[in-house]
């Protein structure tokens, strides 16, 4: 090729028609992908009796169960419900389901990543998009840490809000990402499902507490230590010593545990918008019938909303 053929050639039309063949290809990749999923689908369909079996047992699992369902402070009131662990697991039993989180839109301030959840089997999708600010807040500034601003938390303390690191950026999108996604994943499976296992998870976690109370006791404490919370905290928030917990106690502490491990709550939000702990077994014999409840249908044919398990998120 001469000079002047050279000279002719536009190095911004050979960049953009890479990326034009770059992006096509990408695009047929994920389509192919997402049809063999459907085929799979279609050829090794979903059995609900097996689905239902498998996420019962492992509802059995002692370890699950204390994290299968999670309470966090709203309004002044406890919300409790199925925890992200929970979704995962039922997710993983029903089979035939996808999931994607891709980022949609990035700048320097924010990433938007787009969570979707599809039946592969009726294409029932849900989908929903979290933004992601690339900042996050510190009570104290490091040696040379710049702040972007300054706000005033609930607590009337002052924190500074810094720019994430890469590490930080990546633990806030997981947290935010698994809460969309366990949202999203209860609305796919089914909620006589979810209310049964609920029933399970707190079964199997009232038969642990009885076989051998100290033992229960002794492993929520291990627990709540291994995210900062003291034996004196749990001490001060029960209003006695952790080694007189009622069984209604246990299981009010494991939904907290189940929160804070999640990233729905923390500690001091628990502490100062909750309710006080349970003092007696009315508590957890209230939580059973309340799961246990089914939806009874008023003359209109309308759910009784008072039965009606409260989804995650959802003011009471």
């Known amino acids: 090729m001469n000079d002047s053929a050279l000279a002719?050639?536009?190095?911004?039309?050979?960049?953009?028609?890479?990326?034009?063949?770059?992006?096509?290809?990408?695009?047929?990749?994920?389509k192919a992908e997402v049809e063999a999923r459907f085929a799979v689908a279609v050829h090794r369909p979903r059995d609900m009796d097996l689905a239902r079996v498998a996420l019962l047992q492992d509802c059995k699992r002692p370890h699950f169960a204390a994290v299968a369902r999670y309470s966090k402070p709203v309004g002044g009131?406890?919300?409790?419900?199925?925890?992200?662990?929970?979704?995962?697991?039922?997710?993983?039993?029903l089979g035939n389901v996808e999931v994607s989180s891709p980022v949609v839109y990035e700048d320097d301030e924010k990433r938007i990543v787009r969570v979707t959840v599809c039946d592969l089997e009726s294409n029932l999708t849900h989908r929903t998009d979290i933004t992601i600010a690339k900042t996050v807040e510190r009570r104290k500034l490091g040696n040379g840490q710049k702040p972007i601003s300054t706000r005033q938390n609930t607590y009337g303390e002052t924190v500074y809000i810094v720019a994430a690191t890469d590490d930080e950026l990546a633990v806030k999108q997981a947290a935010l990402v698994s809460k969309a996604l366990r949202t999203l994943a209860l609305r796919i499976v089914p909620g006589d499902l979810v209310d049964e296992a609920m029933d399970v998870v707190l079964e199997t976690q009232r038969k642990g507490d009885t076989a051998d109370p100290e033992a229960a006791r002794k492993k929520l404490v291990d627990a709540f230590v291994g995210i900062g919370v003291s034996p004196a905290s749990l001490k001060e928030y029960l209003g006695h010593e952790v080694s007189a917990c009622a069984p209604a106690e246990l299981v009010h502490l494991r939904a907290i545990y189940a929160a804070i491990k999640?990233?729905?709550?923390?500690?001091?939000?628990t502490i100062a918008k909750g309710e006080d702990a349970p003092k007696s077994t009315a508590k957890v014999t209230a939580v059973h019938e309340h799961l246990k409840a089914k939806r009874v249908p008023d003359p209109h044919g309308d759910p009784d909303p008072s039965v009606r398990t409260r989804e995650p998120g959802e003011e009471g």
């Open 262 to 269: 999640d990233g729905e709550t923390t500690w001091k939000d």
């Open 77 to 93: 009131k406890p919300i409790e419900g199925p925890s992200i662990r929970f979704a995962e697991a039922a997710l993983r039993a």
């Open 8 to 30: 002719t050639i536009n190095p911004s039309a050979i960049a953009r028609t890479s990326h034009e063949t770059t992006t096509a290809h990408s695009a047929a990749l994920a």
